[in-house]
T-cell receptor, first 111, second 112 residues
Framework: DAGITQSPRHKVTETGTPVTLRCHQT?????MYWYRQDPGHGLRLIHY???????DKGEVSDGYSVSRSKTEDFLLTLESATSSQTSVYFC??????????FGPGTRLTVT | AQSVAQPEDQVNVAEGNPLTVKCTYS??????LFWYVQYPNRGLQFLLK??????LVKGSYGFEAEFNKSQTSFHLKKPSALVSDSALYFC??????????FGAGTRLTVKP
């Protein structure tokens, strides 16, 4: 998994609560990404980062925020979780030839 | 807008037979095309890519893909399928904003 870890791996939370997911990488990649995976949709980009404190929105950014205070950590926050945010979340980094390397994923259930 | 289509939700093949997983794309400019594989409860794994050069690219686990510019296709192929190839396969294109656009995925089942 190219030195990428995600925590937690599984989480169940209630509607309206804040949730933060963490992505940690050990290989000093500049670009990092957060995706969500839902049946029939493939992977959709939520936010990405191109350096410390440099982030931008992706295709499905509403309801999500991110932060990157260190090269190795990229945090995804759901400010007030909704049932529509039940999904599997993947973090990825950009490799040297534009390929991406993915973490193991976080399965989030919002009840 | 950049997009990727995988026209088949499911592909079934017998072990030992050749397999093809289809992908078509729409992109401005020269395409950067990728295939990824996902095994159960795992993240996506990079298989192969086309950026420039030979239209036939070879990747991991014996997979290859053929870039066809006139048909805007990038089909994934393997001459002889294994049961262990059973997984979810995603085609992706790097778009004009340097974001990766993924297809919806094709579930490959290889039967013994």
């Amino acid at each position: 998994d190219a030195g990428i870890t995600q925590s937690p791996r599984h989480k169940v939370t209630e509607t309206g609560t804040p949730v933060t997911l963490r992505c940690h990488q050990t290989e000093n990649h500049r670009y990092m990404y957060w995706y969500r995976q839902d049946p029939g949709h493939g992977l959709r980009l939520i936010h990405y980062s191109y350096g410390v404190k440099d982030t931008d929105k992706g295709e499905v950014s509403d309801g999500y925020s991110v932060s990157r205070s260190k090269t190795e950590d990229f945090l995804l926050t759901l400010e007030s979780a909704t049932s529509s945010q039940t999904s599997v979340y993947f973090c990825a980094v950009l490799g040297p030839s534009y390929e991406q390397y993915f973490g193991p994923g976080t399965r989030l259930t919002v009840t | 807008a950049q997009s990727v289509a995988q026209p088949e939700d499911q592909v079934n093949v017998a072990e030992g037979n050749p397999l093809t997983v289809k992908c078509t794309y729409s992109v401005s400019g020269n395409p950067y095309l990728f295939w990824y594989v996902q095994y159960p409860n795992r993240g996506l794994q990079f298989l192969l890519k086309y950026i420039t050069g030979d239209n036939l690219v070879k990747g991991s686990y014996g997979f290859e893909a053929e870039f066809n510019k006139s048909q805007t296709s990038f089909h994934l192929k393997k001459p002889s399928a294994l049961v262990s190839d059973s997984a979810l396969y995603f085609c992706a294109v790097r778009d004009i904003n340097n974001d990766m656009r993924f297809g919806a995925g094709t579930r490959l089942t290889v039967k013994p």
